[in-house]
T-cell receptor, first 111, second 114 residues
């Protein structure tokens, strides 16, 4: 069956360190993969999209990698700040125009 | 100048009632969506409309009926509410179906059925 898996346990790191979040998927062949940020009580906000022919994408302190062989994407936040604390969702395109989301990983950055 | 807005933000109601959630986007997008986020935080698509035409209709009970009066609005009407309908409902939009990959979400409506 098709699955998107993100670590359900919160990731707790010290300010200034690099946070790395993982998204694994099975039985999908997505043309692209996206990452969203969700704060409590708010809707998800789009952060980055990476296509299947791209290995890596960067935006300011954010970096995403996409390994279609491993069926995995890694999302990195360098020089993390307490303001980066949120839940991060990965999403990929399923069949028929549907965007399929993982359950998200909560990131806590301690000052 | 909110991009995607939803009303109400909170909705508390009794089982068996009928309720509606409204969504409006001012981004000029052609495509709109309804998602349900359950207590385990899974965000699952329910419906999608493109230029007022239904594109995606997931396996959702027919008590849920979306209505798109124009491409800037997508409302969700729920009949005979059940306890299991309690969740957060998000409206979203994207520029069009070919650029559906970037979606803009509303703030969500937390529905509690008692």
């Amino acid at each position: 069956s098709q699955k998107i898996e993100q670590n359900s346990e919160a990731l707790n790191i010290q300010e200034g360190k690099t946070a790395t979040l993982t998204c694994n998927y099975t039985n999908y062949s997505p043309a692209y993969l996206q990452w969203y940020r969700q704060d409590p009580g708010r809707g998800p906000v789009f952060l980055l999209l990476i296509r299947e022919n791209e290995k890596e994408k960067r935006k300011e302190r954010l970096k995403v990698t996409f390994d279609t062989t491993l069926k995995q994407s890694l999302f990195h936040i360098t020089a993390s700040q307490p303001a980066d604390s949120a839940t991060y969702l990965c999403a990929l395109e399923g069949s028929s125009y549907k965007l399929i989301f993982g359950s998200g990983t909560r990131l806590l950055v301690r000052p | 100048d909110t991009a995607v807005s939803q009303t109400p933000k909170y909705l508390v109601t009794q089982m068996g009632n009928d309720k509606s959630i409204k969504c409006e986007q001012n981004l000029g997008h052609d495509t709109m969506y309804w998602y349900k986020q359950d207590s385990k935080k899974f965000l699952k698509i329910m419906f999608s409309y493109n230029n007022k035409e239904l594109i995606i209709n997931e396996t959702v009970p027919n008590r849920f009926s979306p209505k798109s009066p124009d491409k800037a609005h997508l409302n969700l009407h729920i009949n005979s509410l059940e306890l299991g309908d309690s969740a957060v409902y998000f409206c979203a939009s994207s520029q069009d179906l070919t650029r559906r990959n970037t979606q803009y979400f509303g703030p969500g409506t937390r529905l509690t059925v008692l």
